[in-house]
């Protein structure tokens, strides 16, 4: 049982880490969304 804890605690931080990596289209719609928001306040 102590095992499955240890693997579980390495292999979750390392997928978030990989997934912060990489930009997919939500990603950059996200972002478009964000600086039109920036843009109609300022």
Request: proline share 5%; charged share 25%; glycine share 8%.
């Amino acid at each position: 049982m102590k095992r499955f804890f240890l693997m579980l605690g390495l292999l979750v931080p390392m997928t978030a880490l990989a997934a912060c990596d990489q930009d997919g289209p939500l990603e950059e719609a996200g972002e478009d969304m964000d600086n039109a928001v920036e843009e109609l306040q300022n």
